[in-house]
């Protein structure tokens, strides 16, 4: 019997059963041969696609227990992995049972965002690994108790920042740091993607498949809409501030974070200038509809225009993101970033499609294709398990990248100003409403701690 299907018929005998510890499962992540225990908190199709994916494509590696507040995604993900991996995983609808389990060696967060922070610290403080999905935080400040959790308890912390694995970023950075491009003037990021009205539905009962007060977690209490949350889908959680930062920390959080990748990652900006507003469609969204936003780097600008509201622009097609020969139709790319240097202009893709440089006579003077680097990214994780080795969605510079996400959202939020920020102290100094929001609150029970 080979060890996949040995694996596969201790797992399929064991995991079901529950979450008492069981010898199939003790051995640690410490050695290169050892099996790794993962745990998936929230069972969306992005979270359980992936954690499954990385059983595939890791050796030795094992989902034991899969956890949602959503019992229908709880009961599809279970089963979704006894089909794809041959064992069924126990299942809970309460993470902390997870985080007592001493088989898990690692969580895998893909829950709202709201959750994310929080669900990340309790798992370290309970001694775990961490993959957790961007965008990693919803304020500032919790983002500086992430970082400083996985310093204090000295686990790894991946962020779901995929592009952080994609070789094509590593080229790019490489041709920039070469000089050939020149001196870098100006950096425009982009997230121009379709949509249209949004009204909140009335509110209803609150549905037998879920449980809201542990969905609601460290937001505050409120009555229960379908508009919110999905039985089935993705919901529509991030056009509110309470769970999430709209379309700048969705695909726009992957837009810029790749961008800090490529330029160097650089520390946090001098100050912030940021529009948006809800003019197109209307609606009762709290999130903008359209964003512009500059941020000041000392020696140039970077910018993002975010935008639900741009219905002819394109994401990266997906034969051309998994296709290292081939190269986006620049010009109506809705998720592209444009590096202007004194020698020439590079056109990055995001999630897939490399990167070209475009010279003086308008000539492509330089190119690297590249593919979504999911695999690479999950590949990573498990390796820096094994190894120790500092992962490539590290904590530190992931928190810098949500960073810009925030403190383009807090300067529409104060009213489209610009906000001038202490790198240092991680704080505003010129309005203290901002720092409001760069702080958060939390509902009793689920609180970020002060001290890690």
């Known amino acids: 019997m080979n060890r996949r299907n040995f694996i596969k018929k201790g797992v399929l005998a064991s995991a079901g059963v529950g979450l008492g510890v069981s010898s199939l499962f003790s051995a640690s992540c410490a050695g290169a041969n050892d099996r790794i225990v993962l745990a998936l908190i929230g069972c969306g199709g992005r979270g359980l696609g992936t954690i499954i994916n990385c059983c595939k494509i890791n050796e030795n590696v094992v989902v034991k227990t899969v956890c949602d507040v959503n019992r229908t995604k709880l009961g599809k993900a279970a089963a979704q992995v006894e089909k794809d991996l041959g064992y069924k995983p126990g299942q809970t609808e309460n993470m902390k049972e997870i985080f007592d389990d001493k ?13 994310h922070t929080l669900a990340s610290i309790w798992a370290l403080q309970a001694g775990k690994h961490v993959y957790v999905e961007k965008n990693p935080t ?37 041709y920039i740091k070469s000089g050939k491009l020149g001196q870098i003037v100006t950096v425009k990021c982009y997230n121009l993607l379709g949509g249209g009205k949004s009204n909140e539905a009335p509110e209803t009962a609150v549905p037998a498949w879920l449980d809201w007060d542990k969905w609601l977690g460290p937001a505050p209490m409120r009555g229960f809409s379908p508009s919110i949350v999905d039985e089935n889908g993705r919901g529509g959680w991030l056009n509110y501030w309470a769970y999430g930062g709209g379309g700048l920390s969705d695909d726009a959080s992957h837009v810029m974070d790749l961008c800090r990748l490529v330029i160097g990652d650089p520390e ?11 003019h197109v469609f209307g609606g009762t969204r709290e999130t903008p509809e359209f964003q512009s936003i500059v941020y000041d780097f000392g020696e140039y600008t970077l910018s993002c225009d975010n935008a639900y509201a741009t219905n002819y622009m394109t994401k990266t097609p997906g034969d051309i993101r998994m296709d290292k020969t081939k190269f986006p139709n620049w010009r109506n790319n809705s998720t592209r970033t444009e590096i202007y240097g004194t020698e020439g202009m590079m056109y990055l893709g995001r ?46 510079e992931c928190h ?53």
Request: hydrophobic fraction near 35%; charged fraction near 25%; proline fraction near 4%.
């Open 138 to 174: 919803v304020n500032i400040w919790e983002g500086r108790k992430l970082v400083e959790a996985a310093r204090k308890y000295n686990k790894i912390v991946q962020v779901g920042f995929q592009n952080r694995s994609a070789a094509y970023g590593f080229s790019a950075r490489d």
């Open 268 to 278: 946090h900006p001098k100050s912030v200038y940021g529009w948006g507003g809800n």
């Open 351 to 396: 999630h897939g499609g490399g990167w070209q440089v475009l010279g003086p006579k308008n000539e492509i003077v330089a190119e690297d294709g590249g593919v979504f680097p999911d695999k690479e990214h999950q590949i990573n994780f498990i390796e820096c398990l094994r190894t120790r080795k500092t992962p490539n969605g590290e904590v530190e």
């Open 103 to 115: 088989d898990v060696d690692a969580v895998w967060v893909a829950t709202p965002e709201h959750w």
């Open 400 to 452: 810098r990248s949500a960073t810009l996400v925030h403190l383009g959202n807090i300067a529409y939020r104060v009213g489209n100003k610009q906000l001038t920020f202490d790198p240092e102290t991680e704080k505003i100094t010129n309005d203290n409403s901002a720092n409001i929001l760069a702080r958060g609150a939390y509902r009793k029970g689920y609180e970020v701690p002060e001290k890690v």
